[in-house]
């Protein structure tokens, strides 16, 4: 090896080392993650697989994707996997769940879905999920098969607060076996009340390996999964309005004032939120009939730990943060995990016309609750257990005829719960209506920590929705629209003072959606906007209008060798008051004292594209002093001022 070539490996592994270390990442990450790229690209030629002409015979079109549900209709042709540009530079698509969120301002704090969703999910269920969206979903991750190995590499830095690593690699064993694994480590740094901004705020580990066999002939297909997620997130309560934030004799406070970030105070120090979750997962079918019979079964067991600790109880108790110490004036420390296991076992079946799933479902799960005690109390108030089995039984049948289909499915929990969903598609037309009836979830029927306490006793909440929705493309456009009522009757949340409450009266909301996407040459154009009637008042907060345009020209350069995009993408929310945080129930609540004003954020963007490789630049919120200072995410959290990021996706098919 020549002494360029080393002087080459070693100055890409340091600076590699150099940028996990700004994260406060252990220096031996850095080196990981310089021998793991390097190993790929230093290939030698002969690894490739060309025919007699040169030409690379694998790659994306050889190189498809398969997921659980799919096997679970018994399709299992699988899809190409994807790589466009379009959603490269779009911070929503970073995480597993790309529904539009509220955080608390940086990417790995806890978050909350935005918009109205009816919830399906019956039966015992945790109901700590603000660190949802950046763990692996085990029922939907991809398999692969692969004609040769497949790489997948990601890196995205957002100087100097967020850092994303991701690595991948699958691989058949001849034609029927695959299998893989994937590593993801991201975090972010602190952008209040620090001197430092390399302080990190955020870290993040997710380790996944997965398997997928099938048989010669194609009777037996078995996909499973084994998954590990560490979540650590410090928690900063938000700024601290002082005396020079307010103005008049009044003392009315002047937001504006509060943007300035690293000097700031914040209202928590020394508090952390641990989210640490396991999750295997078997899903297996087996062909009785041809594809007209097929049994199959799930079994699917997780672990979820959370744990919140504050050990300068003394400070924050000045700051009126918390309502009370109950079972330590020193240091909170509560703590809970959830088990679950369940198996699931059915048939189903498909023709070119008809399809259905039968299923029996049950589940175990248990809860242990506790917290650090130095009072003179009872050992039993700071700590209780809960657990139970569950039966479900459910399924789904569809039939479709040319351009007409309509399809039904439904779960019953024995004997209180249940969702029933029916709909009918007449060329570009499709209407739905649902009907549910869910218990509420095991943190909003008890809690035992430091600083809260209750024991409730909810009803159901019954969710009846209509829904039409229009999916038309007319040449280079496409318009999708959709109209949604929904009637909520004994709805639990969260109320003014972070404690779960339902409530008594019926909500009704109306929702209205509409997305275009068009073509002109080389310019493209994706616009879309949801319209939301209802989503304010008693136990219930959604902005009026939450939007995102995105306009960019799309083109080759230097001889076709480099596909490039260059645009815009701006981001729009109404007025609302904003759901505020409860770091030690980890729980989004309401209020009444904070108003987030109309907030848009507009992006600049360049990406491009060079075979294998993806790249792009960014400058986010570009807008920033026009005309205001800054954002809220979350009441008191501040969003990220305006910043560079970049990034780059790099596949490999041999």
Known sequence: MSDLLLSTIQKAITAYSAGFR???????????????????????????VVDDSTKNLYGARTTFIIREADVLRDQNEGRM????LTRLPQARYWAHDTTYQQDLGIFG??????????????????GRTVFDRYARNAATIPYYDTRSPYTFFRFHQGNPHEQIFELSYARSIKKLFNAGFA?????????????????????????????????????????????????RAVEQGGVVVQAKDQEGEAGKINLQQLFDYQDEEVRLTRAVNRDDRNRFRLAHTYRLLGRGLTAFHVLDWSRQENTYTDDQLAQSAGSGFYPRNRLSTTATNDQAEYRQLENLVGVLGRTSAVEYRLYGRQRSYALDSKARLDLPLPQDSARFGESGTQLFVGGTAAFRYRQFAIETAGEYKLANEYWVRASARLGPLTGEVLSASYAPTLTEQRFNGNHFVWNTDFDNTQVQQARVVLSQRLGNQHVEASATVANITNLVYYNQQARPAQLGEAKQLFILHARHRFQLGHFFADNQVTYTAGGEGAGLRIPDIVGESRLYYQGYVFKKALLGQAGVQAYFQSRWRAYDYSPSTQQFFVQDHFTIRNLPVVDVFLSGDIKT???????????????HRGYFATPYYPALPRRFQFGIRWQFFN
């Open 22 to 48: 700004a994260l406060r990442w252990p220096r031996r990450w850095g080196l990981v993650a310089g021998l793991l790229l390097l190993s790929a690209t230093l290939r030698p030629a002969s690894a490739q």
């Open 81 to 84: 996997i994807d790589t466009t």
């Open 109 to 126: 704090t806890a978050s909350r879905r935005l918009l109205w969703e009816p919830n399906l999910q019956l039966g015992a269920r945790f």
């Open 183 to 231: 590593f993801e480590r991201f975090g972010s740094n602190k952008h209040l009340a620090v001197s430092n901004t390399r302080t990190g705020q955020v870290e993040h580990t997710n380790f996944l390996f997965f398997v997928r066999y099938q048989t010669a002939n194609d009777r037996y297909h078995a996909l499973a999964n084994f998954g590990t997620a560490r979540h």
């Open 613 to 627: 490789v993806g790249i792009f630049l960014k400058m986010a919120y570009v807008n920033q002093f026009l005309p």
